[in-house]
């Protein structure tokens, strides 16, 4: 996908499964380690009522962070470049509004073209997707119940952990 390319994090995709016991969610963490071919640091459990788990769910604050940098970046290149074009079209669709002030017209197009593709990046860079993931462990938690979190790498991880927690019965929740 070439949206994935603007995310400089290991594992964009979050698993959570929920259980009522330590022993379901180790036992469960071992089955998904190995059948989805994950290294230790991929699996984290999350012990009922921890308090500092969000580390777990976002471990790689660097990652992030490079996201951020290069979301903002490129999606504001795109968008000056398309803000571009759109004055470029309507300058030669002769557009009065547009041909009498070319420079001050060109200019707001840039401006707020760039403005969106930074925007947009914005979004892309909180992850909105993630909120039901942490809102699930967050709840759980507070309930006294086990979280397994997963950070798989790529689409064959993530179907093989998918795979193998539909065949328990935890409750899952998953972002993009």
């Known amino acids: 996908m070439a949206w994935q390319t603007l995310f400089r994090e290991k594992a964009t995709t979050k ?3 929920i259980f009522d016991t ?14 989805a071919g994950l290294q ?33 970046l490129v999606l504001g290149l795109a968008g000056l470049v398309a803000g571009a074009l759109i004055w470029i079209a309507l300058y030669s669709a002769q557009l009065d509004a547009i041909r009498t002030t070319p420079g001050l017209s060109a ?10 593709g930074m925007l947009l990046g914005g979004l892309i860079t909180a992850r909105p997707d993630h909120q039901l993931v942490v809102q699930r ?6 309930d006294g119940r ?6 798989p790498r790529d689409a064959a991880q993530c179907d093989a952990v998918i795979a193998t927690l539909a065949e328990t019965d935890a409750e899952v929740a998953r972002s993009v």
Do not use: M, N
């Open 15 to 17: 698993v959570a499964a």
């Open 40 to 72: 230790s640091t991929q699996l984290l459990l999350i012990e009922p009522y921890e308090k500092d788990y969000a580390k777990k769910l976002e471990p790689e604050t660097q990652g992030v962070a490079r996201t951020a940098l290069r979301a903002h």
């Open 137 to 142: 462990v967050q709840a759980a938690t507070g």
């Open 22 to 35: 330590q022993v379901a969610a180790s036992t469960t963490a071992t089955r998904v380690k190995e059948a």
């Open 146 to 151: 086990w979280s397994l979190v997963i950070h």
């Open 107 to 116: 200019l707001a197009f840039l401006f707020f073209g760039a403005i969106a």
